[in-house]
């Protein structure tokens, strides 16, 4: 439930950041930390989807677990000073939804 | 038969200082005096969140500069007059538009080349209006200058040429172009209408060549176009030896005293005066000109032997303020350095003391720096130079220790602290400080309000002998000079320079924020009433905390409401501040930077807010197009 939480608001990410940094006047149009978070967002929901429908080992679903939350994290940071509040509000859902999902795979003992 | 139109003309038109309580937008400055002032008491703070958008418009007129044309820097006030709205756009074409809905009525197109003649980009800052009083054909006129220096006079109803004015509508301003012609004149700046007499300064290349055109100011019959005289700022016996102190910006004036307030620039080249080491009195001034004569009747010299680039950047604002229990005729200089002079517009003496202070000597080849310079010691500058911003230290940290370094190579021991081989900071900066958007003032308090850039530049003298590697080495064959910073040549003194804002590689600024403020004096008693960051700043997209601020161009329109309008901001928002704080009341993003004054105004009955949206590169580069109007809402 929290990947899947995480897949749905990185994907919202995604087109909350394509229209920032395609449409005009959203105040950050064409530049670079714009297409920044729109990588980030795409980068996360790819990373969601990978936990989701992949059978990985602990170590390396731990280590995408990892990546995906670092790059959740400076996604939501761009987001913030990009003052994109619409895409910071789904990042920061995608990246709790990330964070639940790891506290709880700590709950479990490995197989 | 001229006589009565004529008579008329001078009437309505002499009349524009005085009729600040009237919401219209005629002049690039609102009116005559230059206070920018709207008497539309209808935007209050706490009616200014209704402000909505009405319409807007694209012009087509923009380049980024990536293809076959120069990149655009749309700086134009709109000018509300004959129930039109008319703007020129950076392709020197004027559109007159319904500012109800911006329909175009007419364009018109001068068929300008689209070179850039004299400056890195294709600019322009807007039209002037003038009519007669009479009815018929051309009685009103819209006038727009090109980048070869052609003025354009077309009829304000139907676009069509005055054919009476120069040839067939055209005047060739650049047939003036006599003297130590180097680069052609340039007509960015709208030219300035009293009565029937049109005042025209031109632009230049004053960082290309030690010897250039000399600066003067052009007065021309509003029908015909014909010389009515011409009054040049270099001393006859400098004309060999140096050039420019032109007038690049807008110009106020007082029809009652019969005289046009005009800020001269600084004389060539900007950034060494070994060639011109004997006085030039009207160099980087305030002069004001007898509009039947063309005399100088006074003048103020603000930069002695200026080799900073501190040209005089603005229209002065004619208000009349308080003294000893009169009220007394004023002008107001706001300056690059951040200095506020306040004047007696009659005789040119200032309302409050000005020291002359002792400043660095310079130690370039052949330089003679002034011993002195003239500091206001009331009110206080709009830019804090007694010391330096600090090293920032986020960005000192990222540059692992660069910007500390550079704080201790390079010269800096107060305001005109001279350039140096060794590299001297700028600060303020060679765009000020203040520059061209100048202030706001209202006349019933005399409360001035303005906003202000914090940027600091490096400027480096490049022994001649050395330049032209040097260039190549950093540009690898590329352009030479950017808008406001790169390599100049300054052909015929014994250096060229660098100019460059004092940032890490990775383009942090290393001085610590802000990076622009927002501030209001009373100039009755010269107190500042408050001093606040303004706008926010922006690189890659990501932006500067509030606190920051950021660095500005264009300037303030102020209501009678006690609302501020205003663009200038790096990020792409206008915005409505609050006039008794200074603080953000209301803002809406737009397409670039919007570096312009808005024109405010009331067209049948509606309150309406137009803004030039267009770019500058000195901010960030980002040009756009747009016309956009605002009006409050239901």
Known sequence: MFLATSIIAAILGVALAGRAALLPETGVSGTPGAYLVLVGSAAVAFAAGLLIS?????????????????????????????????????????LVALVGDGMNLNRKPAK | MKSAPCLASILVLA??????????????????????FADVPALTPESIAGLERAWEVRTGDVADGSGDLPATVWSATP???????????????ILALDPATGAQRWAYDTGSTLEALTQPALKNRGVAYWESGAEGSCEKRVLIGTMDAKLHAVDADTGLPCTEFGVGGVLDVNQWNETNAVFPFSLLQPPTVVGDTILIGWAGKD????????????????????????????????????????????????PALGLVYVPVSSPSPN?????????????????????????????????????????????????????????????????????????????????????????????????????????????????????????????DALSFGQCSKDRETYRYEGLYTPPSVEGTFLFPATAGGNNWGGAAIDPRTGILYVNTSQVVQVIRLIPREDYEAEVEAATGGGPESGNEAGFY?????????????????????????????????????????????????QQWGFYG??????????????????????????????????????QELWSDLVAA????????????????????????SILKAEVADQIVAYRLGN
């Open chain 2, 593 to 616: 930077p919007a570096v312009s004054i808005p024109a405010v105004f009331t067209h049948q009955g509606v309150d309406y807010v137009v803004w030039a949206v267009g770019g500058n």
């Open chain 2, 489 to 537: 040549a300054q052909e015929g003194s014994p250096y060229g320079i660098e100019l460059f804002e004092w940032r890490t590689d990775l383009g942090l600024p290393c001085w610590e924020p802000p990076y622009g403020t927002f501030s209001a004096y009373d100039l009755n008693s010269g107190e500042r009433l408050y001093e606040t960051p303004f706008g926010l700043a």
């Open chain 2, 79 to 93: 000018i509300y007059a004959n129930e039109t709205l008319y703007l020129g756009t950076p392709f020197y074409r």
């Open chain 2, 271 to 395: 950034y060494w005066g070994g060639n011109r080491t004997d006085p030039i009195p009207l160099a980087t001034s305030i002069a004001a000109i007898d509009i039947a004569t063309g005399e100088v009747v006074w003048h103020f010299q603000h930069v002695h032997h200026d080799i900073w680039d501190y040209d005089t950047p603005s229209a002065p604002s004619l208000v009349d303020l308080q003294r000893d229990g009169q009220m007394v005729p004023a002008l107001v200089q706001t300056t690059k350095q951040g200095f506020i002079f306040v004047l007696d517009r009659r005789t040119g003496t200032p309302l409050f003391p000005i020291e002359e202070r002792p400043v660095p000597e310079s130690d370039a080849d052949g330089e003679q720096t002034s011993p002195t310079q003239p500091f206001p010691t009331v009110p206080e500058p709009t830019v804090d130079h007694a010391e330096m911003p600090g090293v920032w230290a986020p960005a």
């Open chain 1, 54 to 94: 992949r059978r990985l080992s602990s170590l390396g679903r731990r280590i995408i677990l990892a990546l995906a939350i670092l790059i959740g994290v400076l996604t939501v940071l761009a987001a913030f000073f990009l003052m994109q509040n619409a895409l910071l509000a789904a990042m920061t859902v995608a």
């Open chain 2, 207 to 254: 960082w290309a060549y030690t010897v250039e055109p000399p600066g003067n100011l052009i007065a021309v019959d509003a029908r015909t176009g014909a010389l009515l005289w011409d009054t040049g700022f270099i001393p006859t016996e400098m004309i060999p030896v140096t050039g420019t102190a032109n007038i690049w910006s807008s110009m106020s004036a007082d």
């Open chain 2, 15 to 36: 009349a524009l200082p005085a009729l600040a309580d009237q919401p219209v937008w005629g002049t690039f400055n609102g009116d005559l005096s230059a206070t920018k």
């Open chain 2, 545 to 582: 905390l509030r606190a920051w601020g950021s660095p500005t161009l264009g300037g303030p329109v102020l209501t009678s409401g006690g609302v501020v309008l205003i663009g200038a901001s790096m990020d792409n928002r206008v915005r409505a501040l609050d006039a008794a704080t200074g």
